[in-house]
């Protein structure tokens, strides 16, 4: 990943994060995209931002949310395709939380067809669905910087305040047990199945999402320097 200047060969590609609620591809995908100096498009992140400024679309899919069920496909991949065109992705980009259903792994590679990117790298994050309602249900964001604690893993030094600017932590609120439990359900119907999409076309890598996020990150830069 690193050469002997100390400077990083861009990513030139798609990589896509797959892997349920609570996986911890958030995270990693903001120091992969850090590292190489890329961008990190979580499309939840994208539609909370709508919400937030009321936009209509915003609007519109605020209670899809709140219900922990998927916005509808044509809408997201109108969201990301707009996004994926644009000049700041042209070196590469991870997506997180992006393709959560077939049709959307399709409308995907019909854009980066058009494109004539390089096929995406695809890594799996995977672990026990006890592990993943544990961190979700601990999962506390700042509200000012957006960075992600646990108060069961990664607790901040003072209580429901953040290290970096002592902005307050407050959960998400999708992140309490009745529609995380909806939210596993819809990955298991829905996104499960792209596994064996990628996989069949030999561009899927698995990863021990239950491993400390170091040694997570450890095994995602041997993944992608091996690409
Ligand atoms: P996330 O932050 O990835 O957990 O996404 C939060 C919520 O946003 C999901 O539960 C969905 O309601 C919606 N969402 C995010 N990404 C997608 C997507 N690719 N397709 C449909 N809905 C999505």
């Known amino acids: 990943m690193v050469d002997a200047e100390g400077s990083h060969e861009a990513l ?3 990589v896509i994060f797959l892997g349920p609620p609570g996986a911890g591809k958030g995270t990693q995908a903001v120091e ?12 939840g992140d994208m539609l909370r931002d709508m919400i937030v400024r009321k936009t209509p ?5 605020e209670p899809i949310l709140k219900s922990g ?11 990301v395709e707009q996004r994926i065109t644009q000049d700041d992705c042209k070196q590469g980009f991870v997506l997180d939380g992006f393709p959560r259903t077939l049709p959307q792994a399709v ?7 058009r494109c004539g990117w390089e096929r995406p790298l695809v890594v799996n994050f995977v672990l026990d669905p006890k592990l993943l309602m544990r961190r979700l249900t601990g999962r506390r964001i700042c509200k000012l910087c957006g960075e992600v604690y646990n108060v069961h893993e990664r607790p901040p030094k003072v209580a429901g305040r953040c290290d970096a600017d002592g902005g307050e932590l407050v959960q998400r609120p999708d992140d309490r047990e009745e529609v995380i439990a909806e939210r596993l359900k819809t990955y298991e119907a829905q996104t499960r199945p792209l596994e ?3 996989r069949g076309r030999g561009a899927l890598v698995d990863l021990d999402g239950a491993a400390k996020p170091a040694e997570v990150a450890a095994q995602l830069s041997r993944i992608l320097s091996a690409r």
């Not at 992969?32 to 499309?43: C, F, I, N, P």
């Open 12 to 14: 030139g590609r798609a």
């Open 32 to 43: 992969v995209a850090r590292e190489y100096g890329v961008k990190h498009l979580s499309t």
């Open 57 to 61: 679309l915003g609007l519109e899919v």
């Open 69 to 79: 069920r998927l916005v509808p496909d044509e809408k997201v991949l109108q969201i």
């Open 107 to 113: 409308g995907l590679d019909d854009i980066i067809r």
């Open 196 to 198: 064996e999409y990628y």
